[in-house]
């Protein structure tokens, strides 16, 4: 037996599966070529305090990451409406609670 949950999309991926047809070499490296560059990196500078650096240094270190990554990671989150604040998400669960 097959336990496994497919969602909505899955499903309709595998009752396609059979009309697969190949891309092209051509629509292979066009794709290719979008992926890579979506995946090229920036060098940029930033100018931070301090206490500011030192501050994320830590917390880098507790998350067993390079600050960079760490710093870089923030930044993803941030950009793509994933970081979260905890005394935020906290307030909103006594505000629920009531």
């Given at each position: ?24 070499t ?62 935020h ?9 009531k």
């Open positions: 037996m097959n336990d496994i949950k497919l969602d909505s999309f899955e499903k309709e991926i595998e009752k396609n599966a059979e009309h697969f047809v190949k891309a092209s051509k629509i292979q490296q066009r794709v290719t070529k979008i992926i890579s560059k979506a995946n090229e990196k920036n060098r940029i500078t930033l100018r931070l305090n301090n206490q500011t650096l030192e501050s994320i240094k830590r917390k880098a270190q507790e998350e067993g990451l390079p600050y960079q990554t760490f710093i870089s990671s923030i930044l993803y989150k941030y950009a793509n409406d994933k970081l979260m604040d905890e005394k998400i906290l307030k909103s669960l006594r505000l629920l609670r």
